[in-house]
């Protein structure tokens, strides 16, 4: 099996998701668009899509 890394930003993710609801009509508000993006990464992590890493600074 071949591994890949890859990185995701919950910020992107629901910058994503504003511009796809704005399309389909709908005026997504901040606050729900950083849990969807929550959602989203947990959807992912529980799939072992991805996971998770931590940061080191």
Do not use: C, Q, W
């Not at 504003?18 to 849990?35: A, N, Q, S």
């Not at 929550?38 to 991805?50: G, H």
């Amino acid at each position: 099996m071949k591994e890949i890394e890859v990185f995701i930003d919950t910020e992107e993710i629901a910058e994503f998701f504003f511009h796809e609801l704005i399309k389909r009509g709908y005026v997504p508000g901040e606050e729900e668009l950083d849990e969807i993006a929550d959602i989203t990464f947990e959807y992912l992590i529980e799939k072992s899509i991805i996971d998770e890493e931590v940061e080191e600074e």
